[in-house]
Nanobody, 129 residues
Framework: QVAESGGGSAEPGGSLRLSCAAS????????VGWFRQAPGKEREGISC????????FYAKSVKGRFTISRDVYKNTVDLQMDSLKPEDTAVYFC????????????????????????WGQGTQVTVSS
């Protein structure tokens, strides 16, 4: 399983760091993605990292502001979120999958949750002044 941590509240322009921790398996053998869903909106794949060479993908909505990284020793994939905006408010989920070969494929829109190996429970991020 995977579990997210690090959510909370921030002011516009602030920063938060999310962590996706795996238990029972080595996360570096999986592609990992960060997804978010705001009320009334579709789930969005915002940043993903491939399993072999750590190639990354960022959605246009977060590119230049968010950074995904893998920590093999901690068995985590982290998402550093800077220059936060109110529209970043959402529940953030991480997911892992052993078979998706590219970060773009991992983050692709509209793929059912059941097609991923594992999902976390989510963590709330709220950006407001």
């Amino acid at each position: 399983q995977v579990a997210e941590s690090g959510g909370g509240s921030a002011e516009p322009g602030g920063s938060l760091r999310l962590s996706c921790a795996a238990s029972g398996f080595a996360l570096d053998s999986y592609a990992v993605g960060w997804f978010r869903q705001a009320p009334g909106k579709e789930r969005e794949g915002i940043s993903c990292i491939s399993k072999i060479d750590d190639r990354t993908f960022y959605a246009k909505s977060v590119k230049g502001r968010f950074t995904i990284s893998r920590d093999v020793y901690k068995n985590t994939v982290d998402l550093q979120m800077d220059s936060l905006k109110p529209e970043d408010t959402a529940v953030y989920f991480c997911a892992a999958d052993a078979d998706r070969a590219t970060p773009q494929g991992m983050c692709a829109r509209g793929q059912p949750r059941a097609t991923y190996d594992v999902w976390g429970q989510g963590t709330q991020v709220t950006v407001s002044s």
